[in-house]
């Protein structure tokens, strides 16, 4: 399973960004969707997950400013950031909780991608 991103950049405080992640191989079903960062210094953490049942869980800090979403028929998971700040910036992944059909559970990871929000 590949999982790619894309839409990072430079953004001004108070602009918006949105990411996209995409997978692509031999997948029977994703469970989860989520999108993490992890800014320098500091630990990876959870930004927003949505599962199958488009259930949603944000962190604390980014409530009411990102939305997730996902496309099943797709497998992609997107990530509307606005309103952001300088404390956002960090390199975002985003990650596919995946049932192969061999019944297999697999966590996949994209390799990354920088947000920067700076002036």
């Known amino acids: 399973v590949q999982v790619v991103e894309s839409g990072g950049g430079l953004v001004q405080p108070g602009g918006s960004l949105r990411l996209a992640c995409a997978a692509s191989g031999s997948i029977f079903r994703i469970l989860y969707m989520g999108w993490y960062r992890q800014a320098p210094g500091k630990q990876r953490e959870m930004v927003a997950t949505i599962n199958s049942d488009d259930g949603t869980n944000y962190s604390g800090s980014v409530k009411g400013r990102f939305t997730i979403s996902r496309d099943n028929a797709k497998s992609t998971v997107n990530l509307q950031m606005n309103s952001l700040k300088s404390e956002d910036t960090a390199v975002y992944y985003c990650?596919?909780?995946?049932?192969?059909?061999?019944?297999?559970?697999?966590?996949?990871w994209g390799q990354g991608i920088q947000v920067t929000v700076s002036s």
């Open positions: 990650n596919f909780y995946v049932q192969h059909h061999t019944n297999n559970l697999v966590n996949y």
